[in-house]
């Protein structure tokens, strides 16, 4: 199906934020689109060469390490662990770091989990940088085979309750297909466990809204209408 908005369509961005350099997560057609319309592009250490490669003006690119934090405007970016590789082909594995993002803003703190594997760091990142009002984790391409560098959904779920946030947004599971479970295992296992929890989570449609001041948030299981066409 097609993208809600293309590239081309978006209007002036302030900063672009990239947690690693694999291909799903870092797509050249998109920084060309993107290259000129954007101010700032937030990575961590030695994806800038990517970037610059491709045209990107070195001024826009700052690297950071895991544990550096940037300020821009009245926004503060924290560059924090994630359990995850890095690398585009045979021969540049972990050439590059991958991380997470911690957005702190004036209204809210927010976390972007980047790809990982469950850890010690998200009850960290929550004990340093916590609470947060929105945390988007990944959830979906696992296999038990590769537990250590992509949670299972339950896993995602737990993390949430280390980070320590109001809200959840399970991500990375509704685009890309990496791993033999169906599309939609991972949403519902999730959902699933954060009804167990107690967690509040949040499963909208690609390309809807979450408005983070409002009590209500997307929860439409809209998954199962895609099924059953």
């Not at 993208?3 to 690693?20: F, N, R, T």
């Not at 737990?158 to 295992?185: C, E, K, V, Y």
């Not at 929890?197 to 948030?217: H, M, N, S």
């Amino acid at each position: 199906s097609d993208l809600p908005i293309k590239v081309e369509q978006l209007s002036h961005i302030d900063a672009v934020l990239i947690s690693h350099d694999h291909y799903d997560h870092l797509d050249y057609g998109s920084i060309l689109a993107l290259k000129e319309k954007t101010d700032h592009f937030y990575v961590p250490l030695g994806v800038g060469a990517h970037l610059e490669a491709w045209g990107v003006s070195p001024d826009k690119i700052h690297e950071l390490t895991w544990g550096e934090e940037i300020q821009q405007d009245s926004f503060a970016f924290v560059c924090t662990p994630a359990r995850h590789f890095s690398g585009r082909g045979l021969l540049d594995r972990n050439g590059t770091l991958w991380c997470s993002w911690v957005i702190d803003t004036p209204n809210e703190k927010l976390y972007f989990s980047g790809d990982s594997g469950y850890g010690p760091h998200f009850q960290e990142i929550g004990a340093q940088h916590g609470p947060f009002d929105f945390a988007m984790i990944e959830c979906g391409q696992y296999d038990p085979r590769w537990e250590a560098i992509h949670m299972m959904p339950e896993q995602s779920v737990q993390a949430a309750t280390d980070l320590n946030t109001r809200l959840m947004m399970p991500i990375h599971w509704g685009a890309f297909t990496l791993s033999l479970h169906s599309w939609t295992d991972p949403v519902e296992r999730a959902t699933e466990e954060a009804m167990r929890q107690e967690v509040a989570i949040t499963t909208p449609r690609i390309g809807e809204v979450v408005y983070l001041k409002k009590d209500v948030f997307p929860e439409n299981h809209w998954w199962t209408q895609v099924n059953a066409r």
